[in-house]
């Protein structure tokens, strides 16, 4: 059975960081796409980065390039989100997804597996 659990959410204020976790389990990740995503209230859910397991290619959605950064520890089974220079509007619960499709989806429908997701909160 996948399963991916996200961790690392809080609250931070304007300008801070948080490091997201997602520890995934149930299967070899190999050729597989792993991909965050958000969800802010009221609003519908969209792509943040996604990066390859096997080769740990990664992409952004283009309005988060340069703040946020994606990686992988292969050995470890585990994806991160580095968050920097967090906005309010970045308030949002963020969710863990994996895809046996290749490098470049950004589609939610394209991802078969999530994690429960973990809530950040940024104050002005």
């Known amino acids: 059975q996948v399963q991916l659990v996200e961790s690392g959410g809080g609250l931070v204020q304007a300008g801070g960081s948080l490091r997201l976790s997602c520890a995934a389990s149930g299967r070899t990740f190999s050729g597989y796409t792993m991909g965050w995503f958000r969800q802010a209230p009221g609003k519908e859910r969209e792509f943040v980065a996604g990066?390859?397991?096997?080769?740990?290619?990664?992409y952004y959605a283009d309005s988060l390039k340069g703040r946020f950064t994606i990686s992988r520890d292969s050995a470890k089974k585990m994806v991160y989100l580095l968050l920097n220079s967090l906005k309010p509007e970045d308030t949002a619960v963020y969710y863990c997804a994996s895809t046996p499709k290749r490098f470049g989806v950004v589609a939610g429908t394209e991802y078969d597996y999530w994690g429960p997701g973990t809530q950040v909160t940024v104050s002005s």
């Open positions: 990066i390859t397991w096997s080769g740990g290619s990664s």
